[in-house]
């Protein structure tokens, strides 16, 4: 499974774009690149995927350079609601079971002032 | 659709006691899971079920014990509790490939929230 490095935390005002870069320097072919957002108390919720390229959703978008080696999630425009723990999760979603046993790590703490 | 439910939301137990934490989930998935989460941890896979009658370890299993019956259901045993199984515990769900052109969203339970004394 590619390991996945994040920042531990960053913080934003209401309104601004945030960027949160997701490194995975040993991704394979078949892997993917999976969002997913964290409330307290909460279980994660899936925000967005991608394989190459851009991704774009009503939540997210999801940039992804041609080596696919990092993948960046935009969040335009935050909110105080956006205050969350937001995982990257990378792996071949099928396995070699066909399940998905994708580590989530210690995510990046995001914390959206007024 | 009321997704994955989770029971009971909390529970307090004394070291040695048995119990089993409660998931079901109505979307017909295939897959499913249980996580534990501790402070600073993320979350950790515990067991996963690909069908009823299949179950796997994951990452931390030692202490657990699980069973899949159906589809719908997928308990989670622990068998001798210990004051290190304090924990949250999710449940999670999946349909196996392609859905709506995501592979494998996992569904998340609200979770329980243990404490073993």
């Known amino acids: 499974l590619a390991k996945t490095t994040q920042p531990i935390s960053m913080d934003s005002y209401e309104g601004q774009e945030v960027n949160i870069t997701c490194s995975h320097n040993n991704i394979a072919t078949n892997d993917y690149i999976t969002w997913y957002q964290q409330f307290p108390s909460q279980g994660p919720r899936f925000i967005i995927q991608?394989?190459?390229t851009k991704v774009t959703n009503e939540v997210a978008s999801l940039f992804i350079p041609a080596d696919r080696k990092s993948s960046t999630l935009s969040l335009p425009r935050v909110s105080l609601s956006d205050t969350a723990v937001y995982y990257c999760l990378v792996g071949d979603l099928g396995g070699g079971s066909g399940y998905s046993t994708l580590t989530f790590g210690k995510g990046t703490m995001l914390l959206v002032s007024p | 659709n009321a997704g994955v439910t989770q029971t009971p939301k909390f529970q307090v137990l004394k070291t040695g006691q048995s119990m089993t934490l409660q998931c079901a989930q109505d979307?017909?998935?295939?897959?499913m899971s249980w996580y534990r989460q501790d402070p600073g941890m993320g979350l950790r896979l515990i067991h996963y079920?690909?069908?009823?009658?299949?179950?796997d370890q994951g990452e931390v299993p030692n202490g657990y014990n699980v069973s899949r019956s159906t589809t719908e259901d997928f308990p989670l045993r622990l068998l001798s509790a210990a004051p290190s199984q304090t924990s949250v515990y999710f449940c999670?769900?999946?349909?196996?490939?392609?859905?709506?052109?995501?592979?494998?969203?996992?569904?998340f339970g609200p979770g329980t929230r243990l404490t073993v004394l």
């Open positions: 999670a769900s999946s349909y196996p490939g392609l859905a709506g052109g995501i592979e494998n969203e996992q569904f």
């Open positions: 079920s690909v069908g009823a009658g299949i179950t």
């Open positions: 979307m017909n998935h295939e897959y």
């Open positions: 991608g394989y190459k």
